[in-house]
């Protein structure tokens, strides 16, 4: 059986980040990470690995060459192969773009089962998932909190729905969506740390495994960033004074009536 | 292309989500400047009172029914809503972002090859241009996207994005018919509803939420009295989520939900980066706290400097003095 686990790497929620070019571009301080909720789903493809023994698992992520280390991560937890699909100068605001991009991979490559987190920390889109599994004709499901271990050519999944929790049964080949609570991602050792400083992640250019590069262009792009604002900060908070906790209460929510209207 | 507004209208138990009814009222405000129409698009209604509550709202409204089409599933919805799309051709199809929304939208967008913009907070025009506004890197960034298609564009909205405007008709019902045989790659085995006739934590106008610095999980009895008062929810940092106080549903910031209420309480919250990224855009913010140099007073609005086993007895009786006033 085999695994595939899209990851993303993102700023690390500490870095700075400015608005550069007039609002038009975004400077990025060099803190990156993998995404957070992509670490719950290499973390679930190697316990179903540790299950059934027969299982690869490919993470793969489409982005700059930076991405790499983010793969590194993958490789280090135990990750069988990593695959970076370069972005050079196509990367684009449109998800769909992406989604284009790593359904061509899974296609050439080849899968049992596709894992992801719920979002990426940076855009915050969470649209990959579903998009991905329409492009390649395949089930998904999202919020998956829980994968028993695959069985005659189906699995069993908890999700979350609106107010509620739900099992399903899914065919394979499907895409699953994970999210914080399936378990808890490990730390790599350090002998995984080794083999992951030495591994050899091939670069991959769109290109090579049949896609329309030239549907994949910024000029194709059918939603792109107009401007960056700053949001508007609040004005320094005001303390509510009073000689004892009822006094403060009680001015409390003559500001919260009076000045703010929200009560 | 005339520019017609569908809005997807979702169902929260016998009735109909709240963002759904802020999305129908935007969509008006914007098809009224372009003499153009507003639909509500309802599938597989659970109630003939579910139709009615919405009908006030779009100027028209389609109703798709069908057996089978009273639970949402995207296998069953997307292709009705692909032939409603290609037969309608509206230039603009919101929906919220929830569960349902994030699930349903971008599989609906691959499968038309449509332009899709996620989890925004607002929208306008510059001439016939839309512009839609949307938070990233956790609310640090605002961006403005713009749309580069002519066919129709996917937008969802965070709940509470939009004010409800009082309602002013009452729509034409367009009656649909829809297949409601689900594919046979997923099949539902159980389902268990825990939070029904709640409010959900990112619709909900009110939230009250415990921090830390509220010492256990037995002290959040008082925050969830004062939580039921308000109809509001609720909320955890993560470091109460991690501890097994609150369940995972209830945190909010980076790992957990987004929530812009009008009215955030933070009792006992410190204000940690993860956490400020998931209620920053709440309309006003309260902060309770021990420590003056807790990092939430640089979010917050208001705040109390205090012992919030003190203040929150007080806070509750005044909110429900407050009520008792409003009748």
């Excluded at chain 1, 050439?108 to 492009?135: H, R, S, W, Y």
């Excluded at chain 2, 349902?100 to 996620?118: M, Q």
């Excluded at chain 2, 709940?159 to 034409?172: C, K, L, Q, V």
């Excluded at chain 2, 998931?278 to 309260?286: A, F, L, P, R």
Aim: overall charge negative; proline content about 5%; some cysteine.
């Amino acid at each position: 059986m085999k695994i595939l686990v899209f990851v993303k790497q993102v700023a690390d929620t500490e870095a700075r980040i400015t608005i550069t070019n007039n609002g038009r571009s975004l400077e990025v301080e060099n803190k990156y990470a993998l995404n957070f909720f992509d670490e719950f789903a290499i973390e679930e493809a190697l316990r179903i690995k540790e299950r059934l023994k027969d299982v690869e698992v490919v993470v793969c992520s489409y982005g700059p060459k930076r991405s790499i280390e983010a793969l590194r991560t993958a490789i280090a937890m135990g990750a069988d192969r990593a695959v970076l699909i370069d972005s050079k100068d196509l990367d684009t605001d449109d998800p769909l773009i992406t989604a284009k991009i790593l359904s061509g991979f899974a296609k050439g490559d080849g899968f049992d089962m596709i894992l992801c987190g719920k979002q990426a920390i940076d855009d915050e889109n969470a649209t990959i998932g579903p998009m991905v599994a329409e492009m390649l004709h395949i089930p998904h499901v999202g919020l998956v909190t829980k994968i028993e271990t695959p069985e005659g050519g189906e699995v069993r999944v908890d999700r979350d729905i609106e107010g509620g929790r739900q099992t399903v049964k899914v065919k394979l080949p499907c895409l699953l969506i994970v999210q914080k609570g399936i378990n808890e991602p490990r730390v790599p050792l350090i002998t995984g740390v080794m083999k992951a400083m030495k591994a050899n992640i091939p670069v991959l250019d769109p290109a090579t495994y049949g896609i329309d590069v030239n549907s994949c262009t910024k000029e194709e792009a059918k939603v792109k960033v107009v401007r960056y604002e700053s949001p508007g900060g609040r004005p320094p908070v005001k303390f509510i004074e009073g000689a004892t906790a009822e006094e403060k209460a009680k001015r409390l929510i003559k500001v919260l009536k009076e000045e703010a209207r929200v009560l | 292309m005339a520019k017609d507004i569908f809005v997807f209208i979702e169902g929260k138990d016998e009735g109909v989500r709240k963002s759904s009814i802020e999305l129908l009222s935007k969509a008006k405000g914007i098809t009224k400047n372009h003499n153009s129409t507003t639909y509500g698009i309802l599938i597989g209604p659970k109630s003939e009172e579910m139709v009615d509550t919405v009908r006030p709202y779009p100027d028209k409204l389609i109703v798709v029914r069908g057996d089978g089409l009273d639970e949402y599933r995207w296998d069953t919805y997307t292709p009705i809503l692909e032939r409603l799309i290609k037969t309608y051709r509206p230039f603009l199809f919101l929906g919220p972002s929830t569960i349902t929304g994030k699930d349903l939208f971008p599989r609906l967008a691959a499968r038309l090859g449509a332009a899709y913009i996620s989890d925004a907070t607002g929208i306008e025009f510059e001439g016939e241009e839309a512009l839609v506004k949307k938070a990233m890197f956790g609310g640090k960034i605002i961006s403005w996207m713009g749309i580069n298609e002519k066919d129709c564009a996917l937008v969802t909205f965070r709940p509470n994005s939009f004010s409800i405007d009082r309602p002013s008709g009452m729509a034409e019902v367009i009656e649909e018919m829809g297949d409601g045989k689900s594919e046979e790659a997923i099949t539902v085995l159980e389902t268990k509803k825990t939070m029904e006739k709640k409010v959900d934590l990112q619709e909900a106008d009110f939230i009250i939420c415990g921090g830390r610095g509220m010492k256990g999980p037995e002290q959040f009895g008082i925050i969830e009295e004062i939580a039921s008062l308000m109809e509001g929810r609720v909320g955890a940092s993560r470091a109460v989520v991690d501890a097994k106080w609150r369940d995972y549903e209830d945190q909010i910031g980076k790992s957990g939900k987004t929530v812009s209420p009008k009215l955030y309480i933070g009792c006992g919250v410190s204000g940690a980066l993860h956490h400020t990224m998931g209620m920053d855009t709440s309309k006003v913010i309260v902060a309770i706290n021990k420590d003056p140099n807790a990092p939430i007073f640089q979010y917050a609005d208001y705040g109390i400097v205090d012992d919030l086993f003190d203040v929150l007895p007080a806070l509750k009786e005044e909110l429900k003095k407050l009520k008792e006033q409003a009748g």
